[in-house]
């Protein structure tokens, strides 16, 4: 079983930018979280998206949204890129129901120069 | 809101020596989870614990749900260079769901041959 694919691996943008993460979950599996992970504030989770719907959010300003697509992989996007804003993107895979476990992706190192 | 309070922050021992470290929460998990993240990488699930007082074991990692189900621990037993890295907790933030889930501060481990 294919465990949870994000790409690209690494990202390196100016400030003001804008830039997209893709996560594809595994199989079967209906829920993405996205969580950001910085030095100073360790790991925080942004928003979650199930059947295709943002079903909980963070306290992330609205430059941090996203999306889920039919078969379930997901994308965010993070608008109008801040220097603050580098950091490791990592998703999290889950059936989506409660008590359950949560896989996560490799991770993508944002860079904002 | 739910804070994760993580103890002890970093420990430097040597290979083969025991390893205990413990997670509060300021109120009522249903979960706990148990992670492991190398440098650069997307955090690896452990051990899952989901009833209070429930002990489970993975090789020489043995993990506790505490019966106040506001803490929970982790042993590592007869450590090895490989157990180097950042080990988290997590519990479901809101609602119980384990696809919101909050970090602990980790607790940075260092294995000395």
């Known amino acids: 079983k294919a465990g949870v694919t994000q790409t690209p691996r690494y990202l390196i943008k100016t400030r003001g930018q804008q830039v997209t993460l893709s996560c594809s979950p595994i199989s079967g599996h209906r829920s993405v979280s996205w969580y950001q992970q910085t030095p100073g504030q360790g790991l925080q989770f942004l928003f979650e998206?199930?059947?295709?719907?943002?079903?909980n959010k963070g306290n992330f300003p609205g430059r941090f949204s996203g999306r889920q697509f039919s078969n379930s992989r997901s994308e965010m996007n993070v608008s109008t890129l801040e220097l603050g804003d580098s950091a490791l993107y990592l998703c999290?895979?889950?059936?989506?129901?409660?008590?359950?476990?949560?896989?996560f992706g490799q991770g993508t190192r944002l860079t904002v120069v | 809101g739910q804070q994760l309070n993580q103890s002890p922050q970093s420990m430097f021992i040597q290979e083969g020596e025991d390893v205990s470290m413990n997670c509060t929460s300021s109120s009522i998990f249903n979960t706990w989870l148990w992670y492991k993240q190398d440098p650069g990488e997307g955090p690896v699930l452990l051990i899952a614990?989901?009833?209070?007082?429930e002990l489970t074991s993975n090789g020489r990692l043995t993990a506790q749900f505490g019966i106040t189900r506001k803490d929970s621990f982790l042993n590592i037993s007869a450590s090895i260079p490989s157990d180097v890295g950042i080990y988290f907790c997590?519990?479901?933030?809101?609602?119980?769901?384990?696809?919101?889930?909050?970090f602990g501060t980790g607790t940075l481990l260092a294995v000395q041959p």
């Open positions: 997590a519990g479901p933030g809101g609602g119980g769901a384990t696809n919101k889930l909050i």
């Open positions: 614990l989901y009833k209070a007082g």
């Open positions: 999290a895979s889950s059936s989506g129901f409660r008590d359950t476990e949560a896989f």
């Open positions: 998206y199930f059947s295709e719907t943002q079903r």
